[in-house]
């Protein structure tokens, strides 16, 4: 899950570390707005994300020395991040168990797949980001977790406390509701909003 | 197939769960290959597969796309944290203050008045100008302000740490510590009206006036002649207490005169403590000088620490005394144990118990002294401590007391441990924060226990800092351990190695003449570094300038291959 191409920046993370501050200076300017992005997405509110995200940074430098150095910092880092937000989310009141009951008893239709290919070709990314805004609490999380930081179906298990077999039921559903949210500008998806 | 969707136009179409992972790369190869040649086959299916890997690229695209600048708050976000470490210096201020004021009531002033005495009072330029009034209006409205500063750092400072607490969501803590606060705040009007706060220059109770409940004064100067339904509590440079007092006496004071009627126990800690008053219960005191007049009673027993005692009236039971000079010149009914470079007793003495006395001299014992048995002398050799064989026993049992007090807090706090050990190779910042807290927080607590509402808070303050001095050292320990044996973030392993470096630092501590400096470099070290592991946890962890703009690519690469 690490980023392609990226070098991360294992002298300051062992720098961070060992408690230097410019270190931890280095880490924040390099990871801060893909961070707050994150959040932005996963969060209702840009307040919210704001909060989350300077949050995210104070829990990291407790966090830091659990970090496993064999492992992508980016991919651990998102991982804390996507923690933070589910249990922010949670502590919302998100009814996770009436939301597991209603993704494991309602049917999915099986879509028309010319008109889903015609949705996907009319719609921009400002449209998708604003029908995003609309979806329930947990599907906005898969998504985010999923396509924006890449994590793998065990991780998104793990922080949604799901089992793994369930994932791609959050996600489907999930992408079933960005399609209602798509297709019915204002309405609200199914899973509800927070 | 056997995931065919239940869809009456065409029952051999792929379920939409099944596409789902296949483009995730959920499936394993004989499923994988089973929708990739059905794709190949089936026209809808790949459409619907492709507009499937689409919505995954939309979706993806649209999340990572910059629609939004970094918030100005984000931005300010390290330098505000670096601001943030601007608070030490309100705490260093305030510190300071209570410093000047403690040095100021402790020497400054006997000596200001020694001067004065000696008829330099009003001839010295520098007294003239900064205690007489030339240019100040007053030295006493300066320590007032002095007061005052110090308690606004204190409270700038609580406001800002539970304005944090809230801004961070830690709501619980916030909420247990706002209650407390209120609690606090409801309960001081209740237990005011059966208190008596008296704060002025000069605080007198009459003789013809009676007070029912508790009193505090604050003041230069404090007379009790009157009757007190209640305990005394004195805070004052020169207090006397000539009336009754129904309950304890308490004093923090430059002298104390007790020349009345105490039902219940004296507390004091003063310069000077003359008894020629009455005492029902026991007196506790720790003075430079205390005299008990002839016509002074202690119906209790006497636990007194001074420079120099003097004992010519009654104690009903046991005396306990530690004293450079004591002079026995009244009635014990009890025992005596004392400890100091002298005793004398004279002949108007009577003693009802057994006497013990270490000392660097002899008892100087008059013969016509009426006591029940001679006095026992131990004489006090300060021989090394090395030079006795106990020495090394209470060595081994200090180390053993380290040990299991450090096993117990690196367990019960094993990351902030970590982040303590971690701090002191932070040479410079740990010793210099180590000198502040070892110096600075006593001294603040004391001021807090002045206040009524500050006393509990300055006792655990003390109580922590004291526990804390020996966490200290088991802080330095565990980097010495890891010098020795590697370094490590686990646990146990760090236990291991503080064992092994506490082992070192205590016989380091134990060479002669050095080893009470290392102990206290050793202190001053550690302390320092569990301040910057505190000050580190309620701080943002950055520091440097305003982050940039350049965002971390992200790191989606979702899709699998598209069917042919």
Known sequence: MSAPGITEPTEAIARARAGDGDAWGELYREYAPAMFRFCRRALPTREDAEDATMEIFMKLRDKLVQYDETRSFSAWLYKVAANHCWDLLRRRKIRQDKETEDVETVPLEHPDPNQLDRMIEQSTSDEVRKALGKLGARARMALVMRYYSDMSYDEIADALGVRRAFVGVVLLRARHELRQALGEPGAMAAGGAL | ?564
């Not at chain 2, 606060?181 to 013809?208: F, H, N």
């Not at chain 2, 014992?365 to 001679?374: E, F, G, N």
């Not at chain 2, 971690?422 to 006593?442: I, K, R, T």
């Open chain 2, 1 to 564: 197939m056997s995931d065919m969707a239940n869809d009456p136009r065409d029952v051999q179409h792929l379920d939409e769960m099944i596409l789902l992972l296949y483009i995730e790369r959920q499936l394993d190869r004989v499923k994988a290959a089973e929708v990739s040649a059905h794709a190949q086959e089936c026209n809808e299916c790949r459409t619907l597969l492709r507009a499937m890997e689409r919505e995954s690229r939309l979706l993806t695209r649209a999340m990572l796309e910059e629609d939004e600048v970094l918030p100005a708050r984000l931005m300010q976000f390290q330098q505000r944290a670096r601001r943030s470490l601007q608070w030490i210096w309100g705490v260093l201020f305030g510190l300071s203050a209570t410093g000047v004021y403690a040095l100021y009531t402790g020497y400054v002033e006997p000596y200001e008045q020694q001067l004065q005495q000696a008829g330099f009072g009003s001839t010295s330029l520098l007294n003239l100008l900064i205690f007489q009034g030339v240019f100040w209006k007053g030295w006493q409205s300066v320590i007032t302000l002095v007061e005052v500063v110090a308690m606004l750092t204190v409270g700038g400072f609580s406001l800002a740490f539970f304005r944090k607490r809230l801004r961070r969501g830690s709501t619980a803590l916030a909420l247990v510590l706002t209650g407390f606060c209120a609690v606090g705040a409801l309960m001081t009007p209740a237990t005011a009206s059966a208190q008596d706060v008296r704060k002025s220059d000069s605080v007198e109770i009459r003789s013809d006036e009676t007070v029912k409940g508790d009193v505090f004064v604050f003041a230069h100067r404090a007379r009790i002649d009157g009757k007190v339904e209640g305990d005394v509590y004195l805070f004052c440079q020169d207090a006397s207490v000539g009336g009754h007092v129904t309950g304890d006496v308490i004093a923090f004071s430059q002298i104390l005169r007790v020349g009345g009627t105490v039902d219940g126990n004296i507390r004091s800690a003063t310069n000077s403590l003359s008894l020629s008053g009455s005492v029902t219960r026991n007196v506790l005191t720790f003075n430079e000088l205390a005299n008990f007049d002839s016509s002074g009673k202690i119906g209790g027993s006497l636990t007194a620490f001074a420079h120099n005692l003097n004992i010519d009236g009654g104690i009903g039971r046991n005396a306990l005394l530690f004293a450079e000079q004591t002079t026995l010149s009244g009635n014990v009914d009890g025992e005596i144990n004392a400890k100091g470079d002298n005793l004398r007793i004279n002949g108007s003495a009577k003693v009802g118990g057994p006497i013990k006395f270490e000392g660097r001299n002899a008892p100087d014992v008059a013969s016509d002294a009426k006591l029940a048995s001679p006095p026992v002398f131990t004489r006090m050799e300060h021989k090394p401590d090395y030079m006795e064989g106990s020495y090394f026993v209470w060595q081994v049992i200090w180390l053993a007391a380290y040990v299991l007090f450090g096993l117990v807090l690196f367990q019960l706090m094993p990351a902030f441990s970590k982040e303590a050990v971690d701090n002191v190779e932070q040479y410079g910042a740990s010793f210099g924060l180590g000198v502040l807290v070892f110096f600075g927080v006593p001294i603040a607590a004391l001021i807090a226990c002045v206040t009524v509402v500050g006393l509990f808070v300055g006792l655990a303050t003390l109580f922590t800092w004291y526990a804390g001095l020996y966490y200290a050292q088991t802080i330095v320990g565990a980097l010495v351990g890891q010098w020795l044996l590697g370094r490590t973030r686990e646990t146990w392993p760090l236990i291991g190695r503080m064992v092994v470096g506490i082992i070192i630092v205590r016989l380091t501590t134990m060479i002669p003449h050095a080893g009470g400096w290392i102990k206290l470099g050793v202190t001053l070290w550690g302390a320092g570094a569990i301040s910057l592991a505190i000050y580190r946890r309620f701080q943002p962890p950055m520091a440097g300038l305003a982050p940039a703009m350049s965002p971390l690519p992200p790191t989606a690469t979702v899709g699998g291959a598209v069917p042919a």
